[in-house]
């Protein structure tokens, strides 16, 4: 999709751009802001007094309901919600971890901000959760940070910097959760993508996490099958939500994927809630994600070069 017309260079105004509300003024304006990895759009839902959407260089990347933090208008949000309060039930969350040496504190990293939608749904479902971000675009997070009158620190930070740099400071151990939601246009970045990155996932991963992806794909189901196929060799457990129409290869589309190295189980209400939205979702288990990603090759880093010696 096109970017909005910029016809200036940062720091002048133009047609239909808005640059003169900085990080730090209260509220949110409809318009095109310059951000640092290029702009973004700011749009008020027509169909939703109190929603708006944030577009990045042209993509649609999130939506918020300013009155209500648990409304999650995009459906893979939803699955991703789902499934994770599948394992760890808001109302008995806190007992449930407080058995695990972490005082009832529910650990989250999201790597992607866009507009915190999801970490703002958490910090709504869990109230003494612990969550982050990492968002690479450093101006986009002061933005979404007054626009949207997120959570303060500690209950929700948002750390600027590369996903997996970030990824590969982090204490082992010390998230219950980590879900990946980046884009470079249609399709994650392959360093976010690799095996070698999801070990350091599994090392930040506390026992009886989970590793959730946002996977977009083509009808020809290319990219989910590798991204399938690397999670399958990263960990013992896996599984799939998306509807039927995208496991069949008919649209493009997003599957949610996990992995964790404790089985998911069969749970009949997150079942019957996938299928009970507007876009109704399977679950694939693991022998099914396994049979889909049969015969892919695992994504790798790539070689480190070969660094000649010099004669002298």
């Given at each position: 999709m096109a970017k909005r017309g910029r016809s200036g260079g940062r720091g002048r105004a133009v047609a239909g751009v808005v640059d003169s509300q900085a990080p730090g003024s209260k509220g949110p304006v409809e318009g095109v802001y310059y951000v640092d990895t290029g702009d973004c759009e700011l749009i008020a839902?027509?169909?939703?007094?109190?929603?708006w959407l944030l577009k990045i260089?042209?993509?649609m990347s999130s939506h918020i309901d300013l009155a209500d933090p648990l409304f999650l208008d995009f459906e893979y949000m939803r699955w991703i919600a789902a499934l994770i309060e599948s394992r760890w039930p808001p109302q008995d969350a806190s007992s449930a971890r407080a058995g695990a040496g972490n005082q009832g504190k529910l650990r989250g990293l999201h790597l992607g901000g866009g507009a915190c939608s999801l970490a703002r749904y958490f910090t709504a479902a869990y109230p003494d959760a612990r969550q982050v971000v990492v968002e690479l675009d450093g101006k986009l997070a002061g933005y979404v940070r007054d626009w949207f009158d997120l959570p303060k620190a500690p209950l929700l930070r948002i750390r600027v910097g590369e996903a997996r740099e970030v990824t590969e400071t982090l204490t082992a151990?010390?998230?219950d959760f980590i879900?990946?939601?980046v884009f470079a246009?249609?399709?994650?970045?392959r360093p976010l993508t690799t095996a070698e990155f999801n070990q350091h996932v599994r090392r930040v991963l506390a026992p009886g996490g989970l590793y959730v992806v946002n996977s977009g794909d083509a009808p020809d189901l290319k990219n989910a099958r590798e991204d399938a196929a690397t999670i399958a060799a990263s960990f013992e457990h896996t599984l799939i939500i998306a509807d039927p129409a995208m496991l069949k290869g008919r649209r493009y589309g997003n599957m949610v994927m996990a992995g964790s190295d404790v089985p998911f189980g069969d749970d009949p209400k997150?079942?019957?809630r996938l299928l009970?939205?507007?876009v109704p979702a399977h679950i694939w288990d693991d022998a099914q994600v396994r049979a889909f990603a049969a015969g892919t090759p695992v994504r790798h880093d790539p070689p480190a070069p070969v660094v000649e010696p010099v004669e002298t």
């Open positions: 839902d027509q169909d939703n007094s109190t929603g260089n042209g993509v151990d010390t998230r879900i990946r939601d246009g249609a399709f994650t970045p997150l079942a019957r009970g939205g507007a």
